[in-house]
């Protein structure tokens, strides 16, 4: 892993973090009753979930697309070399 790449991950992880805290934060020190901060709470919480399974899934697809070129490239290689035979 590349300099550059350890600071990004760093970074990702503490604008994570921060926005978390903060999202607390804010929702600790919103009038209302517990009915309505607990409601905000979970919402939240499933805001993050879905932000993190999401991203999760880009990635994948992502990743299964560069095996599936790399896949493509082999087999014409392979194809041309044949031929030259």
């Not at 350890?6 to 804010?26: C, E, G, H, Q, R």
């Not at 805001?47 to 014409?76: F, G, H, P």
């Amino acid at each position: 892993m590349g300099e550059q790449e350890k600071y990004w991950l760093v970074y990702a992880k503490a604008t994570f973090v921060i926005a978390v805290v903060a999202m607390v934060i804010s929702i600790i020190k919103l009038p209302g009753d517990l009915l309505i901060k607990g409601y905000y709470s979970i919402c939240s919480l499933f805001l993050v979930s879905a932000t993190i399974t999401l991203s999760k899934a880009i990635r994948d697809q992502a990743e299964s697309n560069k095996l599936m070129n790399k896949l493509e490239e082999a087999k014409t290689a392979q194809l041309l070399h044949d031929l030259d035979d």
